[in-house]
């Protein structure tokens, strides 16, 4: 792959998207590499995953301006379409996805960091959806979960005066859960994503699956959800594991992901 590399760190899998001359902006191409890279990872072995951008300066720094500025209007469609359905793949990824932003992520930056279950980063990073100074709207999905994360009002802000965030106010406001000094952002990375592959992997698969889901309904719903997904565990291996080593007073857990 030219644009994205991965590399397995035993049950942690780590994307880097990597176009440096570009601030890793998304093309078609790095879109395309992302969606395949995906469909690669292996799901018995890995646990969670780690999503960063090459360098020091920037995360991704959007949709490409270059590539995008002379679609056709089917073009467009097909390009939104293309970015949306991998970062829907993203969201909908069985095993939780980091994104640890290390540096510019504004637009389609802002918008692949949001479709992470989690997202640290580094004190230079920078956030922001500064589409309508384009004179577009932002287009992958950025209206919808900006203002999921945030709420509509400071969503509302960011999006309509294209105003730009800092690390600190974007922790200050919740759209990221920690920020770091740049050196330390991939060892923490790594450390919160090593805690997650140390649990039931199903047990936290079906976590995912029942935030996400719920979070789509209502509570009445969004409980019954959780009351499948928390039966299932039931008849996994890792349940009795779990709650075996508990009862024994034994530290070391063995989950085989069954
Ligand atoms: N696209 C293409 N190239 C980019 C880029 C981008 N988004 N961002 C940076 N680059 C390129 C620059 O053109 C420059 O290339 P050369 O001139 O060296 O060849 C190189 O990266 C270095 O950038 P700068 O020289 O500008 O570096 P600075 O440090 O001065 O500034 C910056 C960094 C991140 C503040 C600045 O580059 C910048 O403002 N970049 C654009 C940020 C931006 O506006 N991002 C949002 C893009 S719009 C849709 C689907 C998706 C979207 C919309 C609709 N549908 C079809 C449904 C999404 C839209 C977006 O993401």
Redesign the pocket.
């Known amino acids: 792959m030219e644009f994205v590399t991965y590399e397995a760190e035993g049950q942690i899998g780590l994307i880097t998207i990597c176009r440096p001359?570009?601030?890793n902006?998304?093309n078609s191409a790095v879109l395309g590499e992302l969606d395949e890279v995906l469909d690669a990872v292996d799901l018995e072995e890995i646990r969670a995953l780690i999503l960063t951008g090459s360098g020091e300066?920037?995360f991704v720094?959007?949709?490409?301006?270059?590539?995008?500025s002379s679609?056709t209007k089917a073009e467009?469609?097909a390009?939104?379409k293309k970015?949306?359905d991998v970062f829907r793949k993203l969201e909908k990824f069985p095993i939780p996805v980091i994104a640890a932003v290390n540096g510019?992520a504004?637009?389609?930056?802002c918008?692949i960091a949001m479709s992470c279950d989690i997202r640290i980063c580094s004190e230079n990073a920078m956030f922001g959806q500064?589409?309508v100074?384009?004179g577009?709207?932002?287009?992958?999905g950025g209206t919808q979960r900006l203002a999921r994360l945030i709420g509509a009002g400071m969503a509302k802000e960011m999006i309509y005066a294209a105003r730009n965030i800092s690390a600190e106010e974007a922790y200050r406001i919740g759209l990221v859960n920690k920020v770091y000094p740049q050196e330390e952002l991939m060892p923490a990375a790594r450390k919160l994503a090593t805690s997650i592959a140390r649990n039931a992997p199903i047990a936290v698969r079906n976590s995912k699956k029942a935030i996400d889901e719920g979070l789509q309904t209502d509570i009445d719903q969004a409980i019954v959800i959780e009351e499948k997904l928390f039966g299932d565990c039931f008849e996994t291996a890792d349940q009795k594991e779990g709650m075996s080593a508990f009862l024994e007073r034994r530290k070391e857990k063995n989950f085989i992901n069954k």
Not at 61 to 67: C, K, L, R, S, T
Not at 106 to 109: F, N, Y
Request: glycine share 24%.
């Open positions: 001359k570009a601030l902006a998304l300066k920037s720094a959007g949709a490409d301006i270059a590539e995008m679609l467009g469609e390009f939104g970015g949306n510019f504004l637009g389609g930056g918008e500064p589409e100074g384009l577009i709207t932002p287009g992958f």
